[in-house]
C-alpha cells in the first residue's frame, strides 16, 4: 500500500529518486573532517534563525514608538518570548561563527579551486546576504547601539564624492536615520534578503552537488573509479554522514542551549549594554561599535585615517573595507597553485596563510576595542597584512614548490 | 568593712568603666578616619534576596523611579507572593490597581521639582551594569554645595538625593594626599564619620539585594532560563550519546 502510493508520486514528482541522487547515492570522500560539519551547521542556524524570525515577527511592531517597547513585550509577556529572541540573537551570532570557520574550511582545503568556482562564489554571496541580513536586522530593536551603528554605517555614504548625499538619503529614505529607515529595514530583514539567502542557498548546495565535496587532502576522488563507476574513496552521504552530522549537530545545539539559557549577551558581545537604552538622537553613545563578527571588516574601515586627491579618509577607509570583502571572491583566480589542500602548498602558501589567520583575528580583536593609537597601530599592520595576502597570492602560489599530493585519500 | 568593698569594688569598677568607654570612643575615632570600604557585588539569583530587594525598591525608589515594563502580577507569581497578599501589602487592597510599577508623576512636574526626569529602571541593569550599580548605591557622600546635599563618586552631580543616608550613616568626601599636594584632586576616598541605622555589612546586604532585584528587574526570564537550562542540556547530551553511538555503529563498515 505504502510502496503503491510512493509510486504514485514518484511518477509525478520524482521524490525518491531525488533523495537517492542527493543522499543514499550521493557519494562523498570518506575523509572529511570535523570542519566539514561546518555547512551542516550553517544550514541548521539558517532554519533556527528562520523559525525563530517568523515568531518574533508575530509580536514585533517596526515603528519607532513602538519598536523598543514591543521588544520589551515579547522579553515579558510572550510566552516564551525570551527564548525566542535570544535563539535569534545568539542565533546571528553563532551563525557568523560558523561561517568564518567554513570559509577558513574552505581556504585551508583550496574549496575553491577547479571546479567549485561556482560553489565559492555563491557561498560569497551568501556571506554578503548574511552581512546585508544581519545589519538590517540590528537596527530593529532601536536601541542606541542599533540607530548610531545604522547611522555610522549609512553616512559611510555620504563621503562618495559629489553624489554621496544622495545616496546616503535613497538608502535611509530620509536625511537622518528615521522611521522610514526602521520599516524598509524590516521589510528587507523579513522578505528581502531572506528570499534571496534561500535563492543562494539552493544554488550554493546544487553546485556543490553537481561537482562533489573536496576534501582534506584535495584529491579528486573522480579519477579512481571501481567497476560501476562509483569512487572508490568516497562512501554515501546517507547513512555515513548524515549520522555523523547528527551527533555534531547535537554537540552544538548543546553549546548553542547554554549559551542562550545562560549567558545570552556572551558578556556584552551578543547583546551590548547600550542597546538596552531606547534610541536617542540626541545623544551619541561614546564609543560606537559594530558587534564582533563585522569587528574585522570595521577595523579595515577604522585603519584609514589619511585623507587622499582631497577626498576625506573615511571614503577610502570604506573603499578597502569594500575591497577586503571582494578579494575574497577573487579568490578561486588568485591562487594559481597546482595543488588544492594546504597540507601539500609550498612554505611561503603556509606562512602567509598563517599570517592572513593572524592578522584577521587581530582586526577583529582591534575593531571592538576603542580606538587607541596602538590599537590603530596593529590595525593598520592587520590590513596590510590582509592585503598582502591576497595580492601577492598569484606569484607566490605560482613560483613556490609543491609537495606531491597522493593518488587516494 | 562589707560597705567600704563594696564601694572599692564600684570604684575600680567605674575606673575600669572609663577607661573602656575612652578606649572604645578612641577606636571610633581612628574607624572614622579609615577609608569607606565597599565590597564587591556578588550576582545570585536567590529569591529570598530578591524579595528583600523588591521591598527596599517598593519602599525607597518607587515612590520617585517608574519601572514602566514590569507587571505587579509577574513580580507576584515570580517571587512566589500570593496575590492578594501582594496586593494587600503593595498595592492599597482593592480599587482601581495598577498594573506596572509605575507611580503619580507626569514628566513634567517631575522635571520642576527634581530638576530631571528619574530614569525607568526597567533596564537598569542592562544599562549599566549590577557592579557599577551597586558601587554607585554605595558611594553617595554629603555634599552642601549641592541643593539636595549629597554627591556622587560614579556620577558626579547626580540630581538623585541620597534616599539611603539613614541606613548607611554620613559619608564624606576626603582627598587621600594633602589638599596642597599634586594630585589632590585625583585622589578621592570617601570616609564615614557618622554612624546609620545599619552596621556597614548590613548595609552592603541590603544592596546587594537591591542590586539583585534590579538584575531580576531588567531580565525576568532569567530565572525561568536557569531553572528550564539543565533539563535542555540533559535531553540535547542523553540525544547526543544515542547519536554518538550510532554514528560508531555506522562507520564501523568503514576501513580507516
Known amino acids: 500500500m505504502f510502496n503503491a502510493l510512493m509510486n504514485w508520486f514518484d511518477q509525478r514528482l520524482p521524490i525518491l529518486s531525488f533523495l537517492r541522487k542527493h543522499l543514499s547515492c550521493y557519494f562523498v570522500p570518506k575523509n572529511l573532517n570535523f570542519l566539514y560539519v561546518f555547512g551542516i551547521f550553517a544550514l541548521v542556524m539558517c532554519f533556527s534563525q528562520l523559525i525563530t524570525g517568523i515568531w518574533l515577527a508575530m509580536s514585533y511592531t517596526p515603528t519607532t514608538s513602538e519598536a523598543f517597547e514591543s521588544i520589551q513585550y515579547i522579553m515579558r509577556d510572550v510566552n516564551f518570548g525570551w527564548l525566542i529572541r535570544h535563539m535569534h540573537t545568539t542565533g546571528a551570532s553563532f551563525l ?35 552581512s546585508a541580513e544581519a545589519f538590517t536586522g540590528y537596527l530593529l530593536p532601536w536601541g542606541q547601539m542599533s540607530y548610531w551603528g545604522a547611522q555610522v554605517i549609512t553616512s559611510l555614504f555620504e563621503v562618495i564624492p559629489f553624489v554621496g548625499d544622495s545616496i546616503a538619503q535613497w538608502v535611509r529614505g530620509d536625511y537622518t536615520v528615521s522611521e522610514i529607515t526602521l520599516k524598509r529595514f524590516f521589510a528587507l530583514h523579513v522578505i528581502g534578503f531572506p528570499v534571496l539567502i534561500g535563492l543562494l542557498l539552493f544554488l550554493h548546495i546544487s553546485s556543490l552537488h553537481h561537482v562533489g565535496s573536496n576534501n582534506p587532502k584535495g ?6 573509479l571501481d567497476g560501476k563507476g562509483k569512487p572508490l574513496d568516497a562512501i554515501p552521504f546517507h547513512p555515513y554522514y548524515t549520522v555523523k552530522d547528527l551527533f555534531y549537530v547535537l554537540l552544538m545545539l548543546g553549546l548553542f542551549a547554554a549559551v542562550v539559557l545562560y549567558v545570552p549577551d556572551f558578556w556584552g ?68 597553485s597546482p595543488v588544492k589542500s594546504l597540507r601539500y602548498k609550498g612554505k611561503v602558501s603556509k606562512f602567509m596563510f598563517g599570517l592572513f ?14 580606538m587607541n593609537a596602538t590599537a590603530l597601530f596593529i590595525a593598520q599592520v592587520s590590513s596590510l597584512i590582509y592585503f598582502s595576502y591576497f595580492l601577492l597570492m598569484p606569484w607566490f602560489t605560482k613560483f613556490e614548490q609543491c609537495q606531491n599530493v597522493p593518488d587516494r585519500v | 568593712m562589707k560597705v567600704l568593698d563594696d564601694s572599692a569594688v564600684r570604684f ?51 515612590s520617585c523611579h517608574k519601572s514602566e515594563y514590569v507587571r505587579h502580577r509577574r513580580i507576584s507569581a515570580d517571587l512566589e507572593i500570593p496575590w492578594e497578599e501582594y496586593k494587600e501589602k503593595w498595592l492599597g487592597g482593592a480599587g482601581n490597581l495598577p498594573v506596572f510599577l509605575s507611580n503619580s508623576w507626569t514628566s513634567d512636574t517631575a522635571k520642576e521639582v527634581f530638576g530631571v526626569v528619574p530614569p525607568d529602571l526597567s533596564l537598569i541593569a542592562a544599562q549599566k551594569s549590577p557592579d557599577w550599580l551597586y558601587r554607585y548605591l554605595h558611594s553617595f557622600y554629603a555634599d552642601s554645595s549641592q541643593p539636595l546635599g549629597s554627591n556622587n563618586l560614579l556620577a558626579p552631580n547626580v540630581k538623585m538625593p541620597n534616599v539611603l543616608a539613614f541606613m548607611q550613616g554620613v559619608i564624606e568626601k576626603q582627598s587621600c594626599v594633602n589638599g ?17 541605622v545599619m552596621e ?51 562507520w564501523k563498515d568503514i576501513p580507516k
Open chain 1, 219 to 224: 584529491v579528486d576522488i573522480a579519477l579512481k
Open chain 1, 357 to 370: 589567520v593572524i592578522s584577521f583575528v587581530s582586526l577583529g580583536v582591534c575593531g571592538v576595542m576603542a
Open chain 1, 269 to 336: 558581545y551578543f547583546i551590548e549594554s547600550d542597546n538596552a537604552l531606547p534610541a536617542n538622537i540626541l545623544s551619541t553613545p561614546d564609543h560606537i561599535a559594530p558587534l564582533w563578527y563585522f569587528a574585522p571588516f570595521y577595523s579595515i574601515l577604522r585603519a584609514v585615517t589619511y585623507p587622499l586627491f582631497g577626498i576625506e579618509a573615511r571614503f577610502w577607509g570604506a573603499m578597502l573595507m569594500y575591497l577586503s570583502i571582494f578579494l575574497l571572491a577573487l579568490l578561486p583566480w588568485l591562487d594559481r
Open chain 1, 96 to 130: 557568523f561563527a560558523i561561517l568564518y570557520v567554513h570559509i577558513f574550511k574552505a581556504m585551508l582545503y583550496g574549496s575553491y579551486q577547479k571546479p567549485r568556482e561556482l560553489v565559492w562564489l555563491f557561498g560569497w554571496l551568501l556571506f554578503a546576504l548574511f
Open chain 2, 12 to 62: 575600680v569598677g567605674n575606673i575600669f568603666l572609663l577607661m573602656g568607654l575612652m578606649l572604645f570612643s578612641s577606636v571610633g575615632l581612628a574607624s572614622q578616619a579609615k577609608p569607606y570600604y565597599i565590597g564587591e557585588y556578588e550576582k545570585n539569583t536567590d529569591r529570598d534576596s530578591i524579595e528583600r530587594g523588591f521591598v527596599t525598591y517598593m519602599q525607597f525608589c518607587a
Open chain 2, 200 to 250: 556597614d555589612h548590613e548595609f552592603s546586604a541590603a544592596i546587594q539585594d537591591l542590586t539583585n532585584f534590579f538584575v531580576y528587574l531588567s531580565e525576568p526570564s532569567r530565572l525561568e532560563a536557569e531553572l528550564l537550562a539543565p533539563k535542555v542540556l540533559l535531553f540535547i547530551l542523553v540525544f547526543c550519546l544515542i547519536a554518538y553511538l550510532l554514528k560508531r555503529e555506522f
Open chain 2, 180 to 196: 596642597d599636594q599634586k594630585g589632590a584632586d585625583q585622589c578621592i576616598t570617601l570616609v564615614k564619620t557618622e554612624q546609620g
